[in-house]
């Protein structure tokens, strides 16, 4: 019998394969009592697994696989500082100490401390980094056990599909090398390193499926759809065949998107439309400029502050961060979003305003970054020093009104005195633009849009806030509707809004590296697009193949239905072709 299961979908296209379970659960371990003698030995035991995972960690991130996405030296350099911190390589030990027990039980204790403090951050980039914290621990636990991962699988694993629980980006690379079709995961999300990483490759997977490695077994022909996240378990032959069609027609199709890479992303009436990418890393620039973006529409800082011991980047780190991506990009311009964070990242903070019992809808954002003005300088001294090297815009998150904005702005215009004091060369015309994705915002945009010189829209947490959902808890994340009436007419009131006060609209979530939405949003009137660089091209291929003026009609009933499925049907229509 066929059973479909659910995930998240990292694109990649279709896998067809055996499945090889790898059900690794390295978390199950027990706890033995220890005599006093017995402890310092154990406390060896522990040590001795931090230096050889570090060891192992140091020799991977010097002997990265060529071809592999430039983001993994990055999370590799993440993982030694993991290690390095207090939390994994101390508190292990004096759960030893107080409790005489196994350095195994003790590190699985002080893993469940960690994860729900992860569990408590409200935001969602931020929580999945849960995941990369729990796959170093798994390396430890790895070390402390003298297991290793066999990356050959036996040789089952060519041309078969991967199921496990969670995969490192590390692990994925070793993977790749196998020549496997595919992977899913019972854990991760969209905005996993892991994802990211797998997006990069280009591999056929879902993840975040929740029970896979319970469903599928060794060898059990199994479907991967990477671009719907859907996994089918036994198909029927009809079914086995319909997709071996999608997926020789997806093989073709990569191969025409590849033509397209240097081509002008001019729609078939002569419509020009901005291509720019998100990054989380310097490093992600290259695939920018492989996949010839116009620009970067979203720098996430906040891989800059996943620090140690509530040690954030200095000054001079930062700086030489922004440097390294304003120099690669020359005069394409690159938008750096100040620090997303809420204030749990940081103890101090913590101590200062306390617990929210809310947190995403707490200090977060903007809000965090005017509490802590030290902090916020700090950053915008770094990016003003940086935009002397190249095309460098600043955008502020969480913004809620003009008041909120023109403090941030206050705090801009006082670091550009003191530099200007101090004789620091920056860019004197560098521009300022807000993300809206908080509802307040978008009904009241003309306020914001008198003080600023462009605005990106954020959906990923716009349609959170305007449903009241969250789309990463699993009992209500089915309402997490992008085409729910209510989120298409904010969009268009946006981009109206926008284009009537001439300010430059751009869009940087979820949405905009969605093909099957891009008509819809060209037709409300987008022009810039911001995206994950693995989905560029097949935005670019949608917008070349497309008149726009022939969108207005189907877009203007979608934009005024109030019906659900009304809308689905429309946008299907608008769709053909592609």
């Not at 290793?148 to 496990?164: H, P, Q, S």
């Not at 022909?221 to 069609?245: A, F, T």
């Not at 305003?353 to 770094?382: V, W």
């Amino acid at each position: 019998m066929s059973i479909v299961l659910h995930g998240f979908g990292l694109g990649g296209g279709i896998a067809i394969g055996k499945a090889y379970v790898l059900n690794k659960d390295l978390n199950d371990v027990a706890e033995l009592s220890l005599d006093e003698t017995e402890l310092e030995h154990e406390i060896k035991r522990f040590e001795d697994a931090l230096i050889e995972t570090r060891k192992e960690l140091e020799h991977l991130r010097n002997t990265i696989p060529s071809g592999a996405p430039a983001e993994l030296g990055a999370f590799l350099s993440l993982s030694i500082m993991m290690i390095n911190d207090s939390q994994i390589s101390k508190a292990p030990i004096e759960l030893i100490k107080e409790y005489s027990c196994n350095a195994e039980w003790a590190l699985k204790k002080q893993t469940e401390v960690l994860s729900r403090q992860f569990d408590e951050m409200e935001d969602e980039y931020l929580k999945e980094r849960k995941n990369d914290v729990v796959q170093v621990i798994e390396r430890i636990f790895k070390n402390l056990s003298g297991n290793d991962f066999d990356w050959e699988c036996g040789g089952k694993l060519e041309k078969g599909i991967l199921v496990t629980k969670d995969l490192s980006p590390v692990d994925l690379v070793h993977f790749k090398e196998s020549k496997f079709a595919g992977f899913v995961t019972d854990f991760g999300s969209m905005t996993s390193h892991t994802a990211i990483v797998g997006r990069n490759l280009d591999i056929p997977a879902a993840v975040g499926v929740g029970n896979a490695t319970q469903l599928i077994y060794d060898d059990e022909l199994i479907i991967i759809d990477g671009q719907q996240g859907v996994v089918i378990i036994n198909p029927d032959s009809l079914v086995l065949n319909e997709y071996k069609k999608l997926k020789k027609s997806f093989q073709d199709s990569r191969q025409k998107l590849r033509a397209i890479r240097k081509s002008e992303t001019v729609s078939v009436d002569g419509v020009k439309v901005d291509l720019f990418a998100n990054i989380e890393v310097p490093s992600d620039v290259e695939d920018v400029k492989y996949n010839n973006a116009d620009g970067v529409g979203l720098f996430r800082s906040e891989f800059l502050f996943l620090s140690n011991d509530g040690h954030f980047a200095t000054e001079e780190q930062q700086f030489d961060a922004y440097c390294e991506v304003a120099k690669a990009m020359k005069k394409n311009p690159v938008t750096i979003r100040t620090a997303d964070l809420g204030a749990d990242k940081n103890p101090a903070w913590n101590l200062a305003h306390g617990k929210s019992d809310n947190p995403a809808l707490g200090l977060t954002g903007i809000r965090l970054s005017l509490a802590e003005q030290s902090f916020f300088k700090t950053q915008l001294r770094a990016i003003l020093r940086a935009s002397n090297y190249g095309t460098l815009q600043v955008m502020f998150p969480m913004i809620s009104s003009a008041w909120e904005l023109k403090q941030a702005i206050h705090q801009l215009d006082l670091v550009k005195e003191e530099l200007r004091e101090e004789g620091i060369p920056f860019d004197e015309d560098m521009k300022v633009g807000s993300m809206i994705e908080v509802p307040a915002a978008a009904l009241s945009i003309k306020g914001i849009l008198d003080l600023v010189d462009f605005i990106s829209i954020g959906t990923n947490d716009l349609i959170q806030y305007l449903l009241a959902i969250d789309r990463c808890d699993e009992s209500v994340n089915y309402l997490y509707d992008p085409l729910h009436p209510s989120v298409i007419k904010l969009l268009n009131h946006i981009i109206k809004s926008a284009d009537k006060e001439n300010v430059p609209v751009s869009m940087c979530g979820e949405l905009a590296g969605n093909m099957k939405l891009t008509r819809l949003l060209l037709g409300i009137g987008l022009r810039k697009f911001s995206m994950y660089s693995s989905n560029l091209l097949h935005v670019k291929n949608v917008i070349m193949n497309t008149n726009i003026s022939e969108l207005e009609t189907l877009v203007a009933k979608i934009v005024k239905s109030e019906n659900r499925e009304k809308i689905y049907e429309l946008v299907e229509k608008l769709n053909e072709g592609i």
